[in-house]
């Protein structure tokens, strides 16, 4: 009786004859550094820069309503302590309970306001870092494609995947120059022009 029973010997022995066609014939593999593309890609570049400058919007947006909230904080404790005073007349307890009662409705609304224009914010800058990764994957498929027909290349992984790759596989450069020269920014929307001012019709 041999050492393998006969329902193991068949793979294994399918085992060893893939391994030595993949050492008869290794595939051509290549990588690409997906964080080089998204610091040299002109669209990316162009793209990140438009986001960030919506975050740095939100983040004076938010600051101010922050301000908004904590003056009115402020202003309702104290209102709360003169509230509090033993010299206050029957009057003029009802008058500063009434004035704590609006000034604790106006602090609820503008404390929801602030929290609603932050979960805008973070809601709106995250679908656009979405939309964002979407669009330069939907790019960078094709370009790493075309390069690698252009190279014989049979696989293309990214870098970070690899435990180590050999610097002539890495193909980011090319993919590089393949996405930036395809890439055609949108042209600035023209400023409409001014009329001729229409002369004065003869008497």
């Known amino acids: 009786m041999g050492v393998f029973p006969i329902p193991i010997m068949k793979p294994f022995v399918a085992l060893l004859a893939l391994a030595a066609t993949l050492s008869a014939n290794p595939p051509k593999v290549g990588v690409v550094d997906a964080a080089e593309i998204s ?4 669209k990316a570049v162009e ?3 438009s ?5 740095d919007n939100a983040k004076v947006a938010v600051q101010e309503k922050v301000d908004e909230v904590q003056r009115l ?30 000034k604790e409705e106006t602090f609820r609304q503008r404390y929801g306001a ?10 709106t800058i995250q679908g656009r870092v979405q939309e964002m990764s979407r669009a330069i994957d939907a790019d960078l ?11 014989g290349l049979q696989l293309v992984l990214p870098k970070g995947s ?16 393949e996405l930036n020269a395809n890439y055609k920014p949108a042209a600035p929307a023209e400023a409409p022009k001014a009329e001729a ?3 004065d019709a003869k008497k």
């Open 39 to 42: 610091k040299k890609y002109t």
């Open 47 to 49: 793209q990140q820069a």
């Open 51 to 55: 986001i960030q400058k919506s975050i």
């Open 73 to 102: 904080q402020a202003d309702l404790q104290e209102t709360q302590k003169r509230a509090q005073s033993p010299l206050l007349s029957d009057s003029g307890k009802q008058q500063i309970s009434q004035e704590l009662r609006g």
């Open 114 to 123: 602030l929290q609603q224009l932050d979960q805008e914010a973070r809601t």
């Open 141 to 151: 498929r094709p370009a790493v494609e075309k390069v690698a027909k252009a190279k």
């Open 162 to 177: 690899a435990f180590y790759a050999d610097g002539s596989l890495d193909i980011t450069e090319a993919v590089l120059a």
């Open 197 to 199: 001012p229409k002369a």
